[in-house]
Antibody, heavy 125, light 112 residues
Framework: QVQLQESGPGLVKPSQTLSLTCSVSGGSISSAGYYWTWIRQHPGKGLEWIGYIYYSGDTYYSPSLKSRVSISLDTSKNQFSLKLSSVTAADTAVYYC?????????????????WGQGTLVTVSS | SSELTQDPAVSVALGQTVRITCQGDSLRSSYANWYQQKPGQAPVLVIYGKTNRPSGIPDRFSGSSSGNTASLTITGAQPEDEADYYCNSRDRDSSGDHRHYVFGTGTRVTVL
């Protein structure tokens, strides 16, 4: 059973960089066929896909956040991380890490099948 | 990128059937996935690839699709089905790359 767990500061000051780590257990982030993903949810709102990373290091980010986002892997620790720079109050949200699983490798179709419990990050001075 | 639109809320009597819809241009070329989210919890995948259920998801959950609309149907709704439901699909960005993902606006299901 794959498990994901987010960790990082719950409070970040405006203009600073938000940094979160997702620890994965029960499976290797170096396995083919999975993209390691960050998703956020503003308070009382819907889900927003941020981006993901493949074990090869290939990344893809939401166009709306691309200029501020970086996702990286640490295979030695079986972790992946999110950095979001120049944060404002609009970045206050619950941040989830998740695994995107290719249920159809030929077409590239996938779904987010395992999620962390989420961590609330508040941007405030 | 396109958007996926859902009705904000629906209600269903206990044991009855409810259909939740998701509309968007991306659904013409990409299958929908559906997630259930209960208060204070992470989303759970309930339907993937338009019609498939992950292991452990009751068979009262089913998915379908036509044109730009995907649907999640709960047949015989139970009290534990009361939750927010989100659709999700791949989307194309302005360069035509379809590795972008988008979520629907969400539907709150109340079981009466």
């Amino acid at each position: 059973q794959v498990q994901l767990q987010e960790s990082g500061p719950g409070l970040v000051k405006p203009s600073q960089t938000l940094s979160l780590t997702c620890s994965v257990s029960g499976g290797s982030i170096s396995s083919a066929g999975y993209y390691w993903t960050w998703i956020r949810q503003h308070p009382g709102k819907g889900l927003e896909w941020i981006g993901y990373i493949y074990y090869s290091g290939d990344t893809y980010y939401s166009p709306s956040l691309k200029s501020r986002v970086s996702i990286s892997l640490d295979t030695s620790k079986n972790q992946f991380s999110l950095k979001l720079s120049s944060v404002t109050a609009a970045d206050t949200a619950v941040y989830y890490c998740a695994r995107k699983w290719y249920y159809d490798a030929l077409t590239g179709r996938g779904a987010f099948d395992y999620w962390g419990q989420g961590t609330l990050v508040t941007v405030s001075s | 990128s396109s958007e996926l639109t859902q009705d904000p809320a629906v209600s269903v009597a206990l044991g009855q059937t409810v259909r939740i819809t998701c509309q968007g241009d991306s659904l013409r070329s990409s299958y929908a996935n559906w997630y259930q989210q209960k208060p204070g919890q992470a989303p759970v995948l309930v339907i993937y690839g338009k019609t498939n259920r992950p292991s452990g998801i009751p068979d009262r959950f089913s998915g379908s699709s036509s044109g730009n609309t995907a649907s999640l149907t709960i047949t015989g709704a139970q009290p534990e089905d009361e939750a927010d439901y989100y659709c999700n699909s791949r989307d194309r960005d302005s360069s035509g790359d379809h590795r972008h993902y988008v979520f629907g606006t969400g539907t709150r299901v109340t079981v009466l």
